[in-house]
């Protein structure tokens, strides 16, 4: 693609009822972790890796959504916009796609609303491939609850429904596509996974790519109830801080992609220049955020 992918999509319309009463009066992305909704943690993720035209596909209580959340913001130091949509009846996760039409760009990230796969998006939407979906996949080792599909050569061949406790690979509910996928959608209500997806698969249509990292769903009420634990422990990292002299140093880009590639922060002391964001989207890496002081990096960031 011409240029990297800046427009990220999230799933934010499902009932959640799995949850029961704590989505009868709430949309689960809203539910609070550790007193901040999820879907904070979600922006913030969109963010820190240059995903800044972020537009909420929105359903169940979507007015909520519309209330906290539509607008301009700052996070991490960037200027994002937020957008939502809001779907007039339900129609699931594939339907959803179809509100999204008249704003989707040619190239956007996708991702769920209620779970957190610990990915470097930058990296993943980079270099965009032939396949118009590049699909973010999991090893597990009990498949039971998420089902499989079945990688071949890099493709995506076939979906396995759950109930199978043999290990395999998880589709991880995070997806680089093209804005002609949205063509395929012919109906709703439909699901992504269940109607769209095994028809792109079996005409090679998926790329997938594997990341062996940690995924949290807060689907089911014992993954929501250990999320604050888990997201601290897995969140807080080591960082690389650069000041406003080592930003401007010639080997800034390459310092900040080898932090991405460590899984490390890489935050600065001040705002990068055009031409450094150039030099580090040339490459699929990212400056996380900025901030004028230090108190104010450890303030905002889950530093090691």
Not at 119 to 141: I, K, S, T
Not at 271 to 291: F, I, M, S
């Amino acid at each position: 693609m011409a240029e990297p992918a800046r427009q990220c999509v999230i799933l934010v319309g499902g009932l959640g009822t799995r949850l029961g009463e704590l989505t009868r009066h709430t949309p689960k992305p809203l539910l609070p972790v550790d007193g901040r909704p999820f879907l904070e943690l979600l922006l913030a993720e969109a963010a820190r890796h240059g995903f800044d035209r972020i537009v909420l596909l929105a359903g169940h209580l979507g007015g909520q959504v519309v209330e906290r959340f539509a607008g301009p913001r700052r996070i991490g130091g960037r200027a994002v916009t937020v957008e939502v949509v809001v779907e007039p009846e339900p129609a699931g996760t594939g339907g959803a796609l179809r509100f999204l039409l008249p704003v989707a760009e040619e190239h956007f990230l996708l991702m769920n609303g209620d779970s957190w796969f610990d990915l470097d998006l930058r990296a993943f939407a980079h270099a965009a491939g032939p396949a118009p979906v590049r699909m973010a996949l999991r090893p597990v080792a009990d498949a039971s609850r998420f089902g499989t599909v079945e990688l071949e050569g890099g493709l995506v061949r076939r979906f396995r429904p759950r109930g199978d406790a043999a290990g395999g690979l998880m589709n991880a509910g995070i997806y680089l596509m093209r804005r002609e996928v949205i063509a395929r959608v012919e109906r709703t209500p439909c699901s992504l996974e269940g109607d769209v997806f095994p028809v792109l698969a079996a005409e090679g249509a998926i790329e997938g790519q594997v990341r062996d990292s940690f995924l949290l769903d807060i689907g089911v009420p014992d993954d929501y109830a250990a999320a604050p634990a888990l997201l601290d422990r897995h969140r807080r990292r080591p960082a690389l801080v650069l000041d406003a002299a080592a930003l401007a140093a010639p080997d800034a880009a390459a310092r900040i992609a080898a932090a991405n590639a460590a899984g490390h922060y890489a935050l600065a002391l001040a705002a990068p220049t055009a031409a450094l964001d150039a030099a580090l989207a040339a490459q699929g890496a990212h400056l996380d955020g900025w901030a004028a002081d230090a108190a104010a990096l450890a303030r905002d960031w889950p530093l090691a």
